[in-house]
């Protein structure tokens, strides 16, 4: 099974900040199969970046992924309030789905 | 535009089971492979299982294996997951959530995702 792992833990920034979220596969994941989700306190995830770089459908393009084999990077290029939430990578191999722990963006 | 609408609060005691349901509306259930997957209170995502096009039947991680039935109504376009054997450590939201194929291509992202159902396991 392949293990995700995100850093860091939580990020701590102000509005208009860029934040830049890592995530880390324990073996080579298909861009193809790396998503990001993002959620709210009492909310269901919502998708944000699929196929590790394109935007889901009304994402703002402040909302960018890069990243290929090991290493993936979600970046917000500047942080506006409702921004602030935990964000979740995801990947797909081996008829298998799994989940990255997350990484918290809260208000500094 | 695909809605998932899924059954209200359970509360069970440990070794019952529960059997939670997910509505879509919008699309036909026969059009999208629907996947479970839970979060513990302050916990994260747990991908439980759900339907590969690909191989033709549902996948169940090997942790929930022998102990979770996921199953779908085409008639009135429901899907169910019912996990057994319950106890305190599966007290958590579970939620339904689909994936697509398009074109022939098996679409590996969840979108969009039910509201989701609080499962409380207490004796």
């Known amino acids: 099974e392949i293990v995700l792992t995100q850093s860091p833990g939580t990020l701590s920034l102000s509005p208009g900040e860029r934040a830049t979220l890592s995530c880390r596969a324990s073996q080579s994941v298909s861009s193809s199969y790396l998503a990001w989700y993002q959620q709210k306190p009492g909310q269901a995830p919502r998708l944000l970046i699929y196929?590790?770089?394109s935007r889901a459908t009304g994402i703002p393009d402040r909302f960018s992924g890069s990243g290929s084999g090991t290493d993936f990077t979600l970046t917000i290029s500047r942080l506006e309030p409702e921004d602030f939430a935990v964000y979740y990578c995801?990947?797909?191999?081996?008829?298998?789905?799994?989940f990255g722990p997350g990484t918290k963006v809260d208000i500094k | 535009q695909v809605q998932l609408v899924q059954s209200g609060a359970e509360v069970k005691k440990p070794g019952a089971s529960v059997k939670v349901s997910c509505k879509v509306s919008g699309y036909t259930l026969t059009e999208l492979s629907m996947h479970w997957v839970r979060q513990a209170p302050g916990k994260g995502l747990e991908w439980m299982g759900g339907?590969?096009?690909?191989?033709?039947?549902?996948i169940y991680a090997q942790k929930f294996q022998g102990r979770v039935t996921m199953t779908e109504d085409t008639s009135t376009d429901t899907a169910y997951m019912e996990l057994s054997s319950l106890r305190s450590e599966d007290t958590a939201v579970y939620y339904c959530?689909?994936?697509?194929?398009?074109?022939?291509?098996?679409?590996?992202?969840?979108?969009?995702w039910g509201q989701g159902t609080l499962v409380t396991v207490s004796s």
């Open positions: 995801q990947q797909y191999g081996s008829s298998r789905f799994t």
């Open positions: 196929g590790a770089s």
């Open positions: 959530a689909t994936t697509v194929t398009i074109f022939g291509v098996v679409i590996r992202w969840f979108d969009p």
């Open positions: 339907f590969d096009p690909e191989d033709g039947e549902t």
